[in-house]
């Protein structure tokens, strides 16, 4: 076959798909501009950059900004290094393995609603949470997690959720490793360390940089957790850019604002993204 | 990216169900309240009395609710047949003409209707949504405790008399604490409490020329009571406590008082799901400067989008769930404990209701007590008592909740929760273009 066939074959799709990017993207950027709430109808056109404006200016811009990338920072750390702890624990055949698998793997497939629920009156309760109840049993003050530590539980219920999705992928991963080359380190006498270090993480380097682009991708929008626990709050100290695009945008039926805090969000994303890419995309190619 | 995939999803959602509508069927989308639940449950007793009408039901949780009705409404998505609303979005929409002025049968007895009810459901002394269940706020408190501390709650009484109350109550060791109040940030939940304290201290949103009016010395005393009450004779962690969450501690005998609504006592009172339900007693809400707006005053209300096409059929099924003879259904059914209240003066009138409900008397009394066009100590140019009736109100509830939230978990200080609210309002009354 030609080159040209083969183009024109592919074509559609690829049509299909620039415009499912396109068209939204395209829509996201027109309503940034133009006069657009919903609950006054009368009121429309050019709107002189003041959505961006507005949602630029509003105190809580920075605080969100720095809030988001801490949340995506923390739990892509402690999901990624516990993950592969959790992996590599779990990778050597015992009784019941299979059982713990599952167990394992499970928080990823409870809704974040519920997961964001279950820890906010379950564990995370300063009268009848576990933790109170443990921290009472030994004397101590229980600590008012979602008042005094508002980004810390968040990072730390989203970290619960995910952390499994990355021992998924690890797990998998690693039962593909070459077992002939793990035995002949073991023979040379290379100790556990070496045998991590030298085999076990360059064959993980492409799953963690599938990890970690997934999950930014995912942590960058976070909403469901704090709109369930803080909202937000106190103040903004747990506000990340996608609920104040929520509360400053959404609450007020303001679709242009709003769409500018999107467009904001998508500007950052990439900037993100392309760190990221610059960090870990090495390993993609190498290997 | 996310969210306006969400967004695009939900206008592909609505046009999608817009064009499937059947002729005969009605899709209703309400509350996940126990009410509403009821309602859908007698689903059978509405299409056996009105054939050719079938009912659909969208059942959201609130926020989940709102969102998707006012999409529907502002895009004339007409997704929806039947909506349940609340009084603060009746007045509005009425007066952008989304909804369809109700006019009822003789039958339907519409003088009945609660007056405060009908008159936070309309605008311009045109009805646009039938009270579904309505409410108030007022104090409930521990009675045994109160006595054992040698004190009396009165109906109204000042907040310094609340104050002491909850310093007499507090016994954190045997895990009692003086006074439980919502500290959620939103304008539904820390919001609707903070201002009808506000309101009793003299306080209000917005002065004559719509300029917010958050700066004011009498803010300043309403919130610094309330983080002071709620950080001496609170429960720890109050900062994520809104209804539910208060009502978990309540019925586990952890509140002495509890200042909220009152459909709270029904469930209070319930020895099924209360350990203290025979030890409650109900008072009229706490007040200082004025009376006025010391309770707030709520609907859940049935209306009917202008877009839609079966208004007629929409009507029919209104005028039976917000009907005498539907309490009178649902009563049959499982006591008269358990009727939608807070609607129809009817309902009080009955001698079964006085016999089943012992908090009716005091329940009867703050809703009527509630006046939505009159809720400020000094004139306000706005219509309800814990929120003001206009689109930018979400919005601004949210973030001075917020601020409110920060000032309680001691982050900030209460003056500067105050500014920083101010400006906030400020901010938003400004792109508004009220001023």
Redesign the interface.
């Given at each position: 076959m030609n080159a040209t066939l083969i183009r024109l074959l592919q074509a559609p799709s690829i049509l299909v798909l620039l415009l499912w990017m396109v068209v939204?993207l395209g829509?996201?950027i027109y309503f940034s501009t133009i006069r657009y709430?919903?609950?006054?109808?009368d009121r429309s056109g050019w709107n002189n950059w003041?959505n961006y404006e507005?949602f630029y200016?509003?105190?809580a811009f920075w605080p969100a900004i720095f809030n988001t990338l801490t949340l995506v920072g923390s739990v892509l750390a402690i999901s990624v290094v516990l993950g592969l702890a959790i992996a590599v624990l779990i990778d050597r055949p015992f009784r019941g393995r299979g059982i713990v698998r599952v167990l394992i793997i499970s928080p990823f497939f409870i809704m974040p609603t519920v997961n964001a629920l279950l820890w906010?009156?379950m564990m995370m309760?300063?009268?009848?949470g576990l933790f109170a109840v443990a921290a009472q049993a030994v004397g101590a003050e229980?600590i008012?997690?979602?008042?005094?530590l508002p980004l810390l539980s968040i990072i730390i219920i989203v970290s619960w959720q995910w952390t499994p999705f990355a021992v998924l992928i690890f797990m998998t991963s690693l039962m593909s490793m070459d077992r002939e080359q793990k035995e002949a380190a073991l023979l040379d006498g290379a100790g556990f360390w070496a045998r991590f270090w030298n085999l076990t993480l360059p064959h993980l380097a492409r799953p963690i940089a599938i990890v970690v682009m997934i999950q930014m991708i995912f942590h960058l929008?976070i909403f469901a957790e704090i709109y369930i626990?803080?909202?937000?709050?106190?103040?903004?100290?747990s506000?990340n850019l996608?609920f104040l695009?929520?509360?400053?945008?959404?609450?007020?039926?303001?679709?242009g604002?709003?769409?500018a805090?999107?467009v904001i969000?998508?500007i950052l994303?990439n900037i993100v993204a392309l760190f990221l890419v610059r960090m870990i995309g090495k390993s993609l190619t190498v290997s | 990216m996310t969210m306006l995939g969400r967004a695009l999803t939900g206008i592909a959602a609505g046009a999608l169900s817009a064009s499937l509508a059947i002729a005969g069927e009605l899709t209703i989308a309400t509350v996940n309240n126990g009410h509403m639940i009821e309602m859908q449950k007698l689903t059978p007793d509405f299409e056996a009395a009105n054939p050719g009408i079938t009912l659909k039901w969208v059942v959201l949780e609130e926020g989940t609710l709102r969102s998707r009705v006012t999409t529907d409404i502002a895009t004339k998505g007409g997704q929806f047949d039947v909506m349940t609303i609340g009084m603060y979005e009746a007045p509005i929409w009425g007066r952008l003409n989304w909804l369809v002025p109700l006019e009822f049968s003789a039958a339907y007895d519409v003088d009945d209707l609660l007056p405060a009810m009908r008159g936070g459901l309309s605008y311009d002394g045109q009805l646009y949504a039938a009270p579904f269940y309505g409410e108030s706020s007022m104090i409930m408190y521990r009675e045994d405790l109160v006595q054992a501390a040698g004190m009396t709650i009165e109906d109204n009484p000042t907040w310094s008399h609340v104050r002491d109350v909850a310093a007499k109550l507090h016994d954190p060791d045997n895990g009692v604490y003086g006074i439980c109040l919502r500290g959620k940030p939103g304008w539904g939940d820390n919001m609707a409490l903070i201002t009808t304290m506000a309101n009793s201290f003299g306080a209000q949103w917005f002065n004559m020329d719509w300029t917010p009016a958050l700066d004011s010395p009498e803010w300043q005393a309403a919130v610094s009571l309330y983080v002071d009450l709620l950080t001496s004779y609170g429960p720890p962690g109050s900062e994520g406590n809104s209804f539910n969450e208060i009502l978990a501690l309540i019925n586990e005998g952890k509140c002495g008082m509890w200042i909220d609504a009152t459909i709270a006592a029904s469930f209070v009172t319930d020895p099924g799901q209360s350990k203290v339900a025979d030890k409650m007693a109900f008072a009229q809400a706490p007040v200082m400067a004025t009376n006025k707006g010391a309770n707030w005053l709520w609907a859940w209300a049935l209306a009917i989008p202008a877009g839609t096409k079966q208004a007629e059929d929409a009507k029919t099924f209104i005028e039976w769930a917000t009907s005498k003879s539907y309490i009178e259904l649902v009563a049959g059914k499982n006591g008269w404990g358990n009727v939608p209240t807070g609607t129809r003066q009817s309902t009080y009138d009955n001698p079964e209701f006085q016999q089943a409900a012992t908090f009716e008397e005091a329940e009867l009394k703050a809703i009527l007590s509630a006046n939505p066009e009159d809720s400020t100590l000094n004139p306000s140019p706005y219509v309800g008592v814990q929120f003001a009736a206009i689109p930018e109100f979400q919005a601004i509830g949210i973030a001075v909740g917020q601020q409110m939230t920060a000032a309680l978990a001691g982050d900030i200080s209460v003056e500067q929760a105050l500014a920083n609210a101010q400006a906030a309002a400020d901010r938003e009354m400004r792109k508004a273009g009220y001023y």
């Amino acid at each position: 076959m030609n080159a040209t066939l083969i183009r024109l074959l592919q074509a559609p799709s690829i049509l299909v798909l620039l415009l499912w990017m396109v068209v939204p993207l395209g829509m996201t950027i027109y309503f940034s501009t133009i006069r657009y709430n919903l609950l006054y109808p009368d009121r429309s056109g050019w709107n002189n950059w003041s959505n961006y404006e507005f949602f630029y200016t509003d105190p809580a811009f920075w605080p969100a900004i720095f809030n988001t990338l801490t949340l995506v920072g923390s739990v892509l750390a402690i999901s990624v290094v516990l993950g592969l702890a959790i992996a590599v624990l779990i990778d050597r055949p015992f009784r019941g393995r299979g059982i713990v698998r599952v167990l394992i793997i499970s928080p990823f497939f409870i809704m974040p609603t519920v997961n964001a629920l279950l820890w906010k009156n379950m564990m995370m309760n300063p009268i009848y949470g576990l933790f109170a109840v443990a921290a009472q049993a030994v004397g101590a003050e229980p600590i008012s997690w979602m008042s005094d530590l508002p980004l810390l539980s968040i990072i730390i219920i989203v970290s619960w959720q995910w952390t499994p999705f990355a021992v998924l992928i690890f797990m998998t991963s690693l039962m593909s490793m070459d077992r002939e080359q793990k035995e002949a380190a073991l023979l040379d006498g290379a100790g556990f360390w070496a045998r991590f270090w030298n085999l076990t993480l360059p064959h993980l380097a492409r799953p963690i940089a599938i990890v970690v682009m997934i999950q930014m991708i995912f942590h960058l929008s976070i909403f469901a957790e704090i709109y369930i626990t803080t909202v937000g709050g106190p103040g903004t100290e747990s506000t990340n850019l996608a609920f104040l695009i929520f509360a400053q945008a959404i609450q007020g039926s303001d679709i242009g604002v709003a769409s500018a805090g999107g467009v904001i969000a998508i500007i950052l994303a990439n900037i993100v993204a392309l760190f990221l890419v610059r960090m870990i995309g090495k390993s993609l190619t190498v290997s | 990216m996310t969210m306006l995939g969400r967004a695009l999803t939900g206008i592909a959602a609505g046009a999608l169900s817009a064009s499937l509508a059947i002729a005969g069927e009605l899709t209703i989308a309400t509350v996940n309240n126990g009410h509403m639940i009821e309602m859908q449950k007698l689903t059978p007793d509405f299409e056996a009395a009105n054939p050719g009408i079938t009912l659909k039901w969208v059942v959201l949780e609130e926020g989940t609710l709102r969102s998707r009705v006012t999409t529907d409404i502002a895009t004339k998505g007409g997704q929806f047949d039947v909506m349940t609303i609340g009084m603060y979005e009746a007045p509005i929409w009425g007066r952008l003409n989304w909804l369809v002025p109700l006019e009822f049968s003789a039958a339907y007895d519409v003088d009945d209707l609660l007056p405060a009810m009908r008159g936070g459901l309309s605008y311009d002394g045109q009805l646009y949504a039938a009270p579904f269940y309505g409410e108030s706020s007022m104090i409930m408190y521990r009675e045994d405790l109160v006595q054992a501390a040698g004190m009396t709650i009165e109906d109204n009484p000042t907040w310094s008399h609340v104050r002491d109350v909850a310093a007499k109550l507090h016994d954190p060791d045997n895990g009692v604490y003086g006074i439980c109040l919502r500290g959620k940030p939103g304008w539904g939940d820390n919001m609707a409490l903070i201002t009808t304290m506000a309101n009793s201290f003299g306080a209000q949103w917005f002065n004559m020329d719509w300029t917010p009016a958050l700066d004011s010395p009498e803010w300043q005393a309403a919130v610094s009571l309330y983080v002071d009450l709620l950080t001496s004779y609170g429960p720890p962690g109050s900062e994520g406590n809104s209804f539910n969450e208060i009502l978990a501690l309540i019925n586990e005998g952890k509140c002495g008082m509890w200042i909220d609504a009152t459909i709270a006592a029904s469930f209070v009172t319930d020895p099924g799901q209360s350990k203290v339900a025979d030890k409650m007693a109900f008072a009229q809400a706490p007040v200082m400067a004025t009376n006025k707006g010391a309770n707030w005053l709520w609907a859940w209300a049935l209306a009917i989008p202008a877009g839609t096409k079966q208004a007629e059929d929409a009507k029919t099924f209104i005028e039976w769930a917000t009907s005498k003879s539907y309490i009178e259904l649902v009563a049959g059914k499982n006591g008269w404990g358990n009727v939608p209240t807070g609607t129809r003066q009817s309902t009080y009138d009955n001698p079964e209701f006085q016999q089943a409900a012992t908090f009716e008397e005091a329940e009867l009394k703050a809703i009527l007590s509630a006046n939505p066009e009159d809720s400020t100590l000094n004139p306000s140019p706005y219509v309800g008592v814990q929120f003001a009736a206009i689109p930018e109100f979400q919005a601004i509830g949210i973030a001075v909740g917020q601020q409110m939230t920060a000032a309680l978990a001691g982050d900030i200080s209460v003056e500067q929760a105050l500014a920083n609210a101010q400006a906030a309002a400020d901010r938003e009354m400004r792109k508004a273009g009220y001023y």
